[in-house]
T-cell receptor, first 117, second 111 residues
Framework: DTGVSQNPRHKITKRGQNVTFRCDPI?????LYWYRQTLGQGPEFLTY????????KSRLLSDRFSAERPKGSFSTLEIQRTEQGDSAMYLC???????????????FGEGSRLTVL | KQEVTQIPAALSVPEGENLVLNCSFT??????LQWFRQDPGKGLTSLLL?????REQTSGRLNASLDKSSGRSTLYIAASQPGDSATYLC??????????FGKGTSLLVTP
């Protein structure tokens, strides 16, 4: 169990470019979450997957944002036509509930920091 | 929408002190509450998870308590060390899919 893995750790891009972040959750976890965090704030929920199904999207997730989780394994978060306001840390987390003693404890990755110039 | 407040926003203590971090939340119908630690520029590390049926959980020098009916949780850190310096976040889990976070308490433990 290597924990939640996120790539890239840092991304600097120019305004208007597209960026994609990848998250590999803990292997036995069927639930995956994306959060965004700006300086001095707590993480804000963006979207949630149960297996491959995207079950909830925050109103923070504008039309320029899209997330996928093909085959219920890794997930990608794409931001199109980036704006300076998109600069933030993008955090991925995973957990499971119910079976095998899973308590629902949420585990986070190290995050992907985006800087839009 | 669940609102989470953490007090104090920042705290500076000398090494060796015992300290208490406070978390309050507006919707007491929660399933569990999780405490996290975050170092600058890093992700969140889970410290303790308290289920709604529990009153407290302990891990080493950390003890978290939960009073669901009053919408409060506290994180007690015994014999603080400089390595405890970080931001501490609490997150109650209600009927929604996601955890809701406050802004956290920034802790500095000085040698």
């Amino acid at each position: 169990d290597t924990g939640v893995s996120q790539n890239p750790r840092h991304k600097i891009t120019k305004r208007g470019q597209n960026v994609t972040f990848r998250c590999d959750p803990i292997s036995e976890h069927n639930r995956l979450y994306w959060y965004r965090q700006t300086l001095g704030q707590g993480p804000e929920f963006l979207t949630y997957f149960q297996n491959e199904a995207q079950l909830e999207k925050s109103r923070l997730l504008s039309d320029r944002f899209s997330a996928e989780r093909p085959k219920g394994s890794f997930s990608t978060l794409e931001i199109q036509r980036t704006e300076q306001g998109d600069s933030a840390m993008y955090l991925c987390a995973s957990n499971s509930y119910g079976t095998g003693g899973n308590t629902g404890e949420l585990f986070f990755g190290e995050g992907s920091r985006l800087t839009v110039l | 929408k669940q609102e989470v407040t953490q007090i104090p926003a920042a705290l500076s203590v000398p090494e060796g002190e015992n300290l208490v971090l406070n978390c309050s939340f507006t919707d007491s119908a929660i399933y569990n509450l999780q405490w996290f630690r975050q170092d600058p520029g890093k992700g969140l590390t889970s410290l303790l998870l308290i289920q709604s049926s529990q009153r407290e959980q302990t891990s080493g020098r950390l003890n978290a308590s939960l009073d669901k009916s009053s919408g409060r949780s506290t994180l007690y850190i015994a014999a603080s060390q400089p390595g405890d310096s970080a931001t501490y976040l609490c997150a109650p889990k209600d009927s929604g899919y996601a955890l809701n976070f406050g802004k956290g308490t920034s802790l500095l433990v000085t040698p």
